[in-house]
Structures are given as structure tokens and as C-alpha cells.
């Protein structure tokens, strides 16, 4: 199966590149050749998506999949159907579970749940995507298959504040500074390693039977917010001071977090997999976050490099810290 990743390299991506090579799958990534990952055994057209003009290589292919993990808004989306159509039996669209609505009216989320997030561009853009591929492939036949990730990790942090591509918070913590989890860190949520996801994912290239439907991947643990943070303190080897401050006080002070805790980790989500187990038998995740954030830890500590600490982030920690305290 000739299958072609638009990125591939990414935190969410590597671990399903991987598997997709070790399956078989004859794999191309398109990328700009900037990243320092190298999958072996998949081909490599450098090239930048953005440029379509530019790319003679990858327009002499046709493929049974195209995968894009970087698409984030309507033109994105134009762009690729002017592409591929009638050059894939399969195109894939990376979307977000931030996408579903907000809030929710039911907290257990299937993929028939509504899609509607006014709090976060990030997320409207995903639902626009969403819409003008539902458009092409009931007008147009156009092969699309959504996928909907939610707080996938490898080799970042999955935590609300200070984390993701950051090092902030975990800093903190070995530093014995205070941390804050929103609310009062009950809320539930899940996490899912970037392994796991690939198995469910890798069983969607190709399967015809997934076209035209959305799926999300995510693990069955279920976490509080508390048990996330202290699970990342063990795996640092250290106890998490922590300071409980409400969403609504954090966005207020200050509005850059609204995306990632209104938009999106505020409220208790818990997502029904059945669907993905359905199409894809035998998926299951199997790497618990005790477990996978050890993994991440070890690979950021053996790659200082990563350890980014951005002042920015750390400068609206300490201000939310200060303003919660009436300092």
C-alpha cells in the first residue's frame, strides 16, 4: 500500500510513520526536511505543501492513502482536494477532539457529538476543515476519512498549563516552585500516548469501510487533573506544590489560556471508543500515563535541548500566581 504522510514527523505522528513502515505500508513523507527524525525505511520528498506549484516529485505519484497532519484551515483544505482528487483512494484529515461541543451537554463523547467550539480559532478552524471535506465527499466523492485526536503525547507534556511543548511547569516542579492546576483538579480527563494511538490509527489506512466517517483515538484511563499532575511529579521524582485556582480566574487574568482550558480542559470529558474498536478490531491502548510520561521524562532529560522554558509562559504563570494571591 503506497501511502503518503504530509509531515509524519511530528509528536503524534513519528510513533504511526513507524508502525506504518514496520506494517509494510510503502511510505512518503512530505515535509521541508527540517526535523531532525528520520524514519527508516520511509522516502522522503522535501518539498513544502504551501508551495503546490513547487512540487514536481510528488505530482507525478498517485496513492492508495494521503494522510495530512498539518492542515488547519478551509484554503488547507481547497488546496488538498485540488491535489489529490482523483490521485488517492483515501485522504485523511487530522482533526481535534477540541472540536466537539463546548460545553458539553452529555459528558460521554461518541463522534456523533455536536461539533461547536466558538471559544478557540484553533478548534473553529478544525471544524471548517471538517465541514468542506463532509461537502466534497458528499458531492464531489472526494475519500475522506476524519480522525480526531485529544491530548495525544511522546515527546511533550500533556498538562493544561506550562507543558505540551514546554518544560515550564515540569521545571517548576523539580525546582520546588508552586504550580497550578485549574479548578480543584477533579474534573476527569484522558490522556493517550502516542504509541497507542498509532495502533488504532495504522488500522485505518487504507480500510475503505472508514470512508466518510470521523473517529477519535483515545485511551480508556480515565484521570482527574490531580492525578495527572502528581503522576508528572512522580515520574520527575518530586512532590508538586500546588495551587487550585478556578479557569475563570486563569483566563480572566489571563486570556491566552482561554484555547486550552475554556475551549478545552475545563470540564470532565469521557470519550466512548467503541467506534474505533469496531472498524479497527483488536485496538486497544496499553501504555497507562504512569507509565508513558516516564518515558517522556527520560527522553527529555537525555535531550536538554528540548527542555524549552519559555519566559513568556512563565511570566503569566507567576502573574496568575500573584493576582490569586492579591499581590
Request: net charge negative.
Amino acid at each position: 500500500m503506497k501511502v503518503l504522510f504530509i509531515g509524519g514527523t511530528g509528536n503524534i505522528s513519528t510513533p504511526s510513520s513507524r508502525l506504518a513502515v514496520a506494517k509494510g505500508m510503502d511510505l512518503y513523507l512530505l515535509n521541508r526536511g527540517k526535523a531532525k527524525v528520520e524514519i527508516e525505511g520511509a522516502h522522503s520528498i522535501i518539498g513544502d505543501i504551501n508551495k503546490p506549484n513547487e512540487l514536481t516529485e510528488l505530482k507525478k505519484h498517485e496513492w492508495d492513502v494521503v494522510v495530512n497532519w498539518i492542515a488547519f484551515t478551509p484554503d488547507d483544505i481547497e488546496r488538498d482536494i485540488e491535489l489529490f482528487k482523483g490521485k488517492t483512494k483515501q485522504y485523511i484529515f487530522i482533526s481535534s477532539a477540541s472540536c466537539y461541543q463546548t460545553p458539553l451537554s452529555y459528558p460521554v463523547i461518541t463522534e456523533s457529538t455536536p461539533l461547536h467550539n466558538n471559544l478557540w480559532d484553533y478548534s473553529q478552524g478544525k471544524i471548517q476543515c471538517e465541514d468542506r471535506l463532509q461537502k466534497a465527499y458528499r458531492e464531489e466523492g472526494f475519500p475522506t476519512t476524519i480522525v480526531r485526536p485529544s491530548l495525544t503525547y511522546d515527546t511533550v507534556i500533556p498538562i493544561a498549563i506550562g507543558g505540551f511543548n514546554k518544560f515550564n511547569t515540569a521545571q517548576r516542579i523539580l525546582d520546588g516552585k508552586e504550580i497550578i492546576i485549574h479548578g480543584d483538579g477533579t474534573s476527569l480527563w484522558t490522556v493517550t500516548h502516542s504509541d497507542d494511538f498509532a495502533k488504532g490509527f495504522v488500522g485505518l489506512l487504507g480500510l475503505q469501510t472508514a470512508i466518510g466517517h470521523a473517529f477519535h483515538i483515545t485511551s480508556d484511563e480515565v484521570l482527574t487533573w490531580n492525578m495527572i499532575y502528581k503522576i508528572l511529579a512522580d515520574a520527575l521524582g518530586k512532590e508538586a506544590k500546588v495551587v487550585h485556582i478556578a479557569s475563570d480566574f486563569i483566563c480572566k487574568v489571563e486570556p491566552s489560556f482561554t484555547g486550552t482550558l475554556l475551549a478545552d480542559k475545563a470540564e470532565s470529558v469521557l470519550f466512548d471508543n467503541t467506534k474505533i474498536k469496531t472498524f479497527v478490531p483488536g485496538f486497544k491502548a496499553t501504555i497507562p500515563f504512569s507509565e508513558g510520561i516516564k518515558r517522556t521524562i527520560k527522553w527529555l532529560l537525555e535531550n536538554p535541548e528540548h527542555q524549552n522554558i519559555d519566559e513568556e509562559t512563565e511570566a503569566k504563570i507567576e502573574n496568575v500566581l500573584k493576582a490569586y494571591k492579591g499581590l
